[in-house]
């Protein structure tokens, strides 16, 4: 059974010194808000979740949704869990995955 994956933003930065000196002037960058959640239910992306951080997560998240555990060889507490970022040189968010068990939701 392929277990739910909760998605949470941890921690947003913003380098503005590369922003200034690299970067295209952009409208509009990012939709993710500090402490927002989202549940992954196997490869499918949530909805809302930006297209760019899931093309950096959703190789960690289909691996939790089918069990896998101990991630780069147990770096984190959690092994049903990781933290990644997304990548997003000039403003990278920090997502904590975990996997959930099969009836919470």
């Given amino acids: 059974m392929i277990k739910k994956v909760k998605i949470t933003v941890m921690k947003i930065a ?16 990012c939709d993710m808000k500090l402490g927002q959640t989202f549940v992954a239910d196997g490869w499918c992306k949530p909805e809302g979740f930006c297209d760019s951080a899931w093309e950096s ?18 770096w984190m507490k959690n092994p049903k869990s990781a933290m990644l970022s997304c990548n997003d040189g000039f403003r990278p968010v920090s997502f904590l995955l975990e996997a959930l068990e099969e009836d919470a939701s």
């Fill in 57 to 74: 997560i959703s190789p960690f998240v289909m691996t939790l949704a089918h069990g896998g555990e101990n991630l780069y060889d147990g």
């Fill in 14 to 29: 913003c380098y503005q010194d590369l922003i200034e000196a690299y970067e295209n002037p952009i409208a509009h960058a």
